[in-house]
């Protein structure tokens, strides 16, 4: 069973900048290496997504405030967050992509105004 292992997130004022980071247990073959958030009362929603290629994506939410990036070799894909807004609080999930989908256990972005 593979896990993903994030780690990061915290509290910041608007403004700020914090880093995520989503490490696999197992080396694997992963395509799509991710991040979703939910905020309370809402739905889960995507943040950004790089491909084994080095493709990415980006919600119209983040785009040029968040970069996505992976570490094939390490399994590991980072989410840099600058200019944080006090939307951008949620809880932040790490997903990845092989035949199936796993998901990390979430941590939480506090973005004070």
């Known amino acids: 069973q593979v896990q993903l292992v994030e780690s990061g997130g915290g509290s910041v004022q608007a403004g700020g900048s914090l880093r995520l980071s989503c490490a696999a247990s197992?080396?694997?073959?992963?395509?799509?290496m991710g991040w979703y958030r939910q905020a309370p009362g809402k739905q889960r929603e995507l943040v950004a997504f790089?491909?084994?290629?080095?493709?990415?994506n980006y919600a119209d939410s983040v785009k040029s405030r968040f970069t996505i990036s992976r570490d094939n070799a390490k399994n590991t894909v980072y989410l840099y967050m600058d200019a944080l807004k006090p939307e951008d609080t949620a809880v932040y999930y790490c997903?990845?992509?092989?035949?199936?989908?796993?998901w990390g256990q979430g941590t939480q972005v506090t973005v004070s105004s």
């Open positions: 197992e080396s694997i073959s992963i395509n799509r």
């Open positions: 997903y990845a992509e092989t035949v199936l989908s796993y």
């Open positions: 790089i491909t084994s290629g080095g493709r990415t």
